[in-house]
């Protein structure tokens, strides 16, 4: 079986979705894989996260995970709701706990050394640098000394004009926000703007990358 973090090395990408409402979670997955990021992260900060995750979990192209999560009862709720990945803002040792009864990986967030350096023991699959834009690219060759087998994640304020550079400067792969999936897009079921965006953005990450695919299949809300 494929496993979240093959998909996500294969994209070079994955979608971290915050909305105050998702209509229609497959459709919003479907859309996404479809464009060419097929990791897709909803997050705890979105009411009913768990209900989205179970709906979106019946993608047959999609890699769902659960982002913001912070305690081990929401770590289990999103597993037991068909989330194959894990994503934290910061150390978690809980979540990381959770993780590995199930074998699922976590991303877990850092920034200093000190912190990739905590969450490697606590076990963490990939470390997400966040907020990257705090430092920019440079900061990836940087970390990239130190730890140059690490799997690193840049998130927050990664963009069309800087994709390409965080991947140049170490990254495994990058996240994509609110650029790709603007939470009012998501609320009002904007599919085809968001296959748009996603389509944009895997462009934006250069050569090597898979051409984007948009469906034609998923209608509006």
Sequence with gaps: MTTAVEVIRSDRALTVVRAPHIPDPRALADTLASAGIRAVELTFTTPGVVEALRAAATSGTAMLGAGTVITAEQAEQAIAAGARFLV??????????????????????????????????????????????????????????????????????????????????????????TGVVPPAAVAAGRWTEIAERAADFVRALGPNQAAPRISSTTSEV
């Design 88 to 177: 934290t803002p910061g150390l978690r040792p809980e979540v990381a706990k959770a993780a590995a009864r199930h074998d699922i990986p976590v991303v877990m967030g850092a920034l200093t050394p000190s912190e990739v350096l905590r969450a490697l023991d606590l076990g963490a699959t990939a470390v997400k640098i966040f907020p990257a834009r705090l430092f920019g690219p440079g900061y990836l060759t940087d970390l990239r000394g130190p730890f140059p087998d690490v799997a690193l994640i840049p998130s927050g304020g990664v963009n069309t004009t800087n994709a390409a550079e965080f991947l140049e400067h170490g990254a495994i792969a990058v996240s994509a926000g």
